[in-house]
C-alpha cells in the first residue's frame, strides 16, 4: 500500500503548467500565416503594454499591417477565446495527475462500546491509464492550441478586410463629393442660363435632376463610408473612432504582376489549421477507442486501505477494493459509441480537406480574375476616358461644342472612376482571401503607380 501511495505521489508531480502558458505556438503558428505575431494579455502590465503599443500605432498613418497588429493587440474577443487555451492546459496538467485520494471515517455508539472504521481509497483505475490518459490530454490541448491561433488568424484577415473596404469607401466618398460639387456648379450655370434666355427649361431640367441625384449619391456614400469605418473600429476592439485615426487617401496600387503561387491545393492541405486539427481531432479520436477497447471492462477500480477499531479490542486492519461487476454490460456500448465516433471524425477530416481544396482553388480563380479586372480599368478604361476628355476639351475651346456637351463627357466619367476604384478594392479584398485559403502571407510584388485618374 505504501508502494502505491508513493507511485500515486510520483506520477501525480510528473505534470506542470508550461512557462507561457502554451502560448508561444500559437504566437509562430500566427505569425507564419499572417506576418504578425499574436498576443494574450494575461495580467494587468500585458494590457497595459498592449494599449500603449495601439496608442502609439493609432497616432501613425495606419496601414493594413498596422490594422492587424491592432487587432491582435486588442481585439476583445480574441482576447476572450485565447483564455480557452489556459483552460485546456488546466485540464491537461489535471489529466496528468492522479486524482486525491479519499479519506473515510465512520464512528459508532451503543451498548456501552464505541467502533470506529477508517479507510484511505486511490483511484487505482486512474494510476493504470494515466500513461495513456495524460498524452490525450496533450493532444487536446495541442488541439487547442490549433484553434487559438486560427482564432487569431481569422481576426487577423477580417482586420485586413476591414481596412480595405473602409479605405474604398472613404475614397468613393471623397469622389463623390467632387462630382456633387461639379453638378451643383452646372446646375446653378443651366439656371442662370434658361434666365438669359439661352437654355431651354428641359436642359435646364436635367441638370437639376443631375445634381439632385449626386447629392443623393453623396449622402448614400458617406452612409457606407461610416458603416465601414465602424466596421474597421470594431475589429480594432475601440470604443470609438479616434480624432487621430488616419486612413490612407487611396487605396494602395495595383502591384505590377500577381501572385502565382505553386501548387494551391497542397500549400492549402499543408498549411491550413482546420485541417490540421481535423486532423489531430481524428488522431485523438482514434487513440482513445484504444483505451475504451482496454478498459470496456473495468468502469471503476479502486484500491484502499482499511482499518477498524472497537472499544475494548484490538485493531482490525485490511484493505478495500470497489469494482463495478459487468454483469448487464459488458462495454460493448461504449466501444460501439467510440467506433461511430471514430468514423464520424474520419468523416468530417476528408470533409474539411476537401473544401480547403476547392476554396483554394476558387480563392485563386478570383483573385486572377479581379486582378485582370482592376489592371483593365486601369491600363484601358481609364487612359481612354482620359484621351477622349482632352479631345472634348479641345473642342470645347475650338468653341465646336458647348460647355454642357462637356460636362456629359464629365458624367460619363464618373461610372469608370467608380467601377475602377471598386475592382481595385475588391483586388485587395480577394489577395486578403488568398492568403486566408492558403494560410501564407503573400509578399508583395513591385509596384508601379497608377496613371492618374481624371475626376470631373
Known sequence: MLACAAAAALLGGCASFSPDGGFGTVSDLTHERTGQPATWQRTQGDIDQAQARVAALLNQPLSADSITEIALLNNRGLQARLAELGVSEADRVRAGR???????????????????DRSVMFDILGLLTLPVASPLAQRSF?????????????????????FYEAVAAEQLAHYQAQVQEAADV?????HRMQQAGNLSQRDRLREQAFAAEARAALVQSRQQALAARERLVRV?????????????????????APHRPKDVEQTALERRLDVQMARRSTESTARSLGLTRATRFVNVLELGYANKSSTGQARENGYEVELELPLFDFGSTRAARAQALYMQSLHETAEVALNARSEAREAYAQYKGSYDLARHYRDEVIPVRQRLSQENLLRYNGMLIGVFELLVDAR???????????????????DTRLQAALATPLSPPPQHPNPTESQP
Do not use: C, K, Y
Open 412 to 430: 460619363e466619367q464618373i461610372a469608370s472612376v467608380t467601377a475602377s476604384i471598386t475592382a481595385l478594392r475588391d483586388h485587395w479584398l480577394a
Open 236 to 256: 480594432m476592439g475601440l470604443p470609438q473612432a479616434p480624432a487621430t485615426l488616419a486612413l490612407p487617401e487611396r487605396l494602395p496600387d495595383l502591384p505590377a
Open 98 to 116: 492522479l486524482a486525491n485520494p479519499r479519506i473515510g471515517f465512520g464512528q459508532m455508539r451503543g451498548g456501552g462500546s464505541t467502533e470506529i
Open 142 to 162: 495541442e488541439r487547442a492550441q490549433l484553434q487559438a491561433a486560427a482564432d487569431a488568424v481569422d481576426v487577423a484577415h477580417h482586420a485586413r478586410r476591414a
Open 186 to 190: 452646372s446646375s446653378e450655370l443651366a
